[in-house]
């Protein structure tokens, strides 16, 4: 059974920091592009940030460039979102994504809250 699991979602005053997890289950995670994506309250879901299958490359979108990471761990099946200097923008829950590029299927997490109020 496919899964993709997040975690670290929550809530933080603005400029601060989270770190979102994705935990992989039931298939190759290293065959996978992986992605974070968003979808705000009344808006439609974003790509923030993907990485490729090693790791070796990953881009962002403009609003979050310099402030968000994402990182892959291939031996442990999952991919990180380091979110810093955190503003009220960001608030929306975050999906993890896998896309297999040879069979184009797409995988979806439940999604975690992270909200930025003080």
């Known amino acids: 059974q496919v899964q993709l699991v997040e975690s670290g979602g929550g809530l933080v005053q603005p400029g601060g920091s989270l770190r979102l997890s994705c935990a992989a289950s039931g298939f190759t995670f290293s065959n996978l592009r992986m992605s974070w994506y968003r979808q705000a309250p009344g808006k439609e879901r974003e790509l923030v940030a993907a990485i490729t299958r090693t790791g070796g490359h990953s881009n962002y979108v403009d609003s979050v460039k310099g402030r968000f990471t994402i990182s892959r761990d291939n031996a442990k099946n999952t991919v990180y979102l380091e979110m810093n200097t955190l503003k009220a923008d960001d608030t929306a829950v975050y999906y993890c994504?896998?896309?297999?590029?040879?069979?184009?299927?797409?995988?979806w997490g439940q999604g975690t809250q992270v909200t930025v109020s003080s």
């Open positions: 994504s896998g896309y297999n590029e040879i069979t184009n299927l797409r995988y």
